[in-house]
């Protein structure tokens, strides 16, 4: 019986890396793959994702690219040579919550089903991470009783 990790995701040659021209002409025209998608800022987030898209673009690196953007939006860090869009700029950090949700929708419009999986795996592993860290029992102070 096989009980590894690797039998729970996507198979490394699922995943093949996707050459990013595909991927950032899908992100450019997101409002084609994405057409009943009510949230406006996302064609202009996958546009500004698909300029910071490597090369060759894995899962990992797909949603690298997209907390990059997100950090880039929400002024955390800077990128003199590809500014911020001025349709990105001014929200609140609910609204970039908000385009965080969008990541693994818009992994499943623009990429290969296997590729969306890998992911959908990663961000749930971070959330898993994330709940496993905020669960930790309080520190009970010793009374002397």
Known sequence: MNTSLSSYAPSLEACIHMHSCD????????????PVTPFYMLSAFGAY?????????????FVY????VLSLIAGETHDLT??????????SATTHGC?????????????SSDFARG???????????IVHKKE???????LGI
């Open 119 to 129: 992911v959908c795996a990663i961000i749930e592993s971070r959330k898993t991470t």
């Open 23 to 34: 991927a950032k002409a899908h992100l450019r025209d997101l409002e084609k793959y994405m």
């Open 99 to 111: 385009l965080r949700k969008y990541i693994p929708r818009i992994a499943e419009a623009v990429f």
């Open 136 to 142: 930790r029992p309080p520190i009970q102070l010793g």
């Open 49 to 61: 994702v698909a300029e910071h898209l490597d090369d060759e673009v894995d899962p990992q690196g």
């Open 82 to 91: 590809r500014p911020v869009p001025q349709e990105l700029l001014g929200y």
């Open 65 to 68: 690219t997209c907390e990059k």
